[in-house]
């Protein structure tokens, strides 16, 4: 068993390693610290903490993104609807579901979304009220129970047909409603608790680091070579996080747990090859 002491020290290396990711591509704060800080606390002492940081964090992605906002937020508006009534009932479940349990949930459903943004995934979805609205209560539901929803949100836009800044304009309003709604409904649930107070004096810094070192980064290397490379660390850690879970819940033993690690490694390294490939045969076509 891990230490307090050290547990909080590996929680700001890895808050720090995903505010520099969210400030270089726009997300993957919670989608990067939470499935690795699940592994040393609940999602009940954790999620607090995430959802207060995310609150800043989409406030100020917002903020710098505001300009591709008119052209949007009637797209989304249907999205930002159907958050409220999933994150009432994703607030209730985190309060009341076994907290062995809610972590095998965040890595079960979190994988093979990673997966198939992984794959590049399209298929074009047509922006109605009918798509839309359910989508976002259950985004809703996903986000109050994980914090995490940075994966469907991004391969529903991509396969909308959202360019770059109107990707990231939608991606700041849709986040902006979920985190500050989310927070509400766990305060009036009394999911603020000292144990999530004592987190936030280690995110907010590595935040307020982060996310500037990301935006630097980003102005030198490809954005598309480092999301994938990203989505594949995201992959293996969640992965492992599932394996692990599996065997705190009885469900399988060890080693043969380790397997679905050994899985999700094998189908990225396939993904990871064919995006490379596909990378390397772009310019010669043009």
Same mark, same amino acid.
């Given at each position: 068993?891990?230490?307090?002491?050290?547990?909080?020290?590996?929680?700001?290396?890895?808050?720090?390693?995903?505010?520099?990711?969210?400030?270089?591509?726009?997300?993957?704060?919670?989608?990067?610290?939470?499935?690795?800080?699940?592994?040393?606390?609940?999602?009940?002492?954790?999620?607090p903490a995430v959802v207060i940081v995310e609150v800043l964090i989409n406030f100020y992605v917002l903020l710098i993104n505001l300009k591709g906002v008119p052209t949007v937020w009637r797209r989304v508006l249907p999205i930002v609807a159907g958050l409220v009534p999933g994150i009432v009932v994703g607030s209730f479940l985190l309060a009341s579901l076994q907290p062995g349990w809610v972590k095998f949930a965040t890595y079960s459903i979190f994988l093979p979304l990673i997966l198939i943004q992984a794959a590049g #995934?399209?298929?074009?979805?047509?922006?109605? #009220?009918?798509?839309?609205?359910?989508?976002?209560?259950?985004?809703?539901?996903?986000?109050?129970?994980?914090?995490?929803?940075?994966?469907?949100?991004?391969?529903?836009?991509?396969?909308?047909?959202?360019?770059?800044?109107?990707?990231?304009?939608?991606?700041?309003?849709?986040?902006?409603?979920?985190?500050?709604?989310?927070?509400?409904?766990?305060?009036?649930?009394?999911?603020?608790?000292?144990?999530?107070?004592?987190?936030?004096?280690?995110?907010?810094?590595?935040?307020?680091?982060?996310?500037?070192?990301?935006?630097?980064?980003?102005?030198?290397?490809?954005?598309?070579?480092?999301?994938?490379?990203?989505?594949?660390?995201?992959? #293996?850690?969640?992965?492992?996080?599932?394996?692990?879970?599996?065997?705190?819940?009885?469900?399988?033993?060890?080693? #043969?747990?380790?397997?679905?690690?050994?899985?999700?490694?094998?189908?990225?390294?396939?993904?990871?090859?064919?995006?490379?490939?596909?990378?390397?045969?772009?310019?010669?076509?043009?």
């Amino acid at each position: 068993m891990f230490t307090a002491d050290i547990a909080l020290l590996v929680l700001a290396g890895i808050a720090l390693f995903a505010a520099f990711v969210n400030g270089a591509i726009g997300y993957g704060f919670s989608s990067l610290t939470v499935p690795l800080a699940l592994l040393f606390y609940t999602n009940r002492i954790l999620n607090p903490a995430v959802v207060i940081v995310e609150v800043l964090i989409n406030f100020y992605v917002l903020l710098i993104n505001l300009k591709g906002v008119p052209t949007v937020w009637r797209r989304v508006l249907p999205i930002v609807a159907g958050l409220v009534p999933g994150i009432v009932v994703g607030s209730f479940l985190l309060a009341s579901l076994q907290p062995g349990w809610v972590k095998f949930a965040t890595y079960s459903i979190f994988l093979p979304l990673i997966l198939i943004q992984a794959a590049g #995934w399209r298929r074009p979805i047509r922006s109605t #009220w009918l798509v839309d609205f359910p989508f976002g209560t259950m985004l809703g539901v996903l986000y109050s129970v994980t914090t995490i929803s940075g994966p469907p949100l991004a391969i529903l836009f991509n396969n909308q047909g959202f360019v770059k800044n109107e990707f990231r304009a939608g991606l700041a309003l849709v986040r902006v409603a979920e985190s500050s709604v989310t927070a509400v409904a766990y305060y009036k649930l009394g999911l603020f608790i000292t144990e999530s107070a004592q987190l936030l004096y280690v995110l907010i810094p590595t935040v307020l680091i982060g996310i500037p070192l990301g935006a630097i980064l980003m102005r030198r290397v490809d954005p598309e070579t480092f999301r994938r490379i990203c989505m594949s660390f995201d992959a #293996w850690v969640v992965g492992f996080g599932l394996s692990h879970v599996l065997t705190e819940l009885n469900l399988m033993q060890s080693p #043969w747990a380790y397997s679905v690690m050994l899985a999700t490694i094998l189908i990225d390294c396939c993904l990871l090859y064919r995006f490379f490939a596909n990378r390397a045969v772009l310019p010669r076509k043009a």
